[in-house]
């Protein structure tokens, strides 16, 4: 089992910047990414990266959206850029393992395989104002 903690969320004016960390207590068993949830909509995958640092991103979050990690210090980050309102939502940091995920992996893509990770922390709220 993982524990996921996430934290950096913030309410931030249009075209802002946040960067949303995610420790873990377990790490490199693990596949990671960001998914978001907004108030009335179904979960959105955001972003992954692979253990070999392949990375994958949402359409709606490409050219704005960095994810990276800190292998030491089990830390899963997201550099959000050029926030927009639509980006309003609370983050969930997700984890799984790829014995677990592959199948849905391979039939969906990692991006939309993010919302059914079986592992995630609390979220942090990401409020953008135009």
């Known amino acids: 089992q993982v524990q996921l903690a996430e934290s950096g969320g913030d309410s931030v004016q249009a075209g802002g910047s946040l960067r949303l960390s995610c420790s873990a207590s377990?790490?490199?068993?693990?596949?990671m990414g960001w998914f978001r949830q907004a108030p009335g909509k179904e979960r959105e995958g955001v972003a992954t990266?692979?253990?070999?640092?392949?990375?994958y991103y949402a359409d709606s979050v490409k050219g704005r959206f960095t994810i990276s990690q800190d292998y030491v210090m089990n830390i899963l980050y997201l550099q959000m850029n050029n926030l927009k309102p639509e980006d309003t939502a609370m983050y969930y940091c997700?984890?799984?393992?790829?014995?677990?995920?592959?199948?849905?992996?391979?039939?969906?893509?990692?991006?939309?395989?993010?919302?059914?990770?079986?592992?995630w922390g609390q979220g942090t709220q990401v409020t953008v104002s135009s």
């Open positions: 997700a984890a799984d393992l790829w014995a677990i995920v592959r199948a849905r992996v391979d039939l969906m893509g990692w991006v939309r395989t993010l919302p059914t990770f079986g592992y």
């Open positions: 377990r790490y490199t068993v693990y596949y």
């Open positions: 990266m692979t253990t070999d640092g392949r990375t």
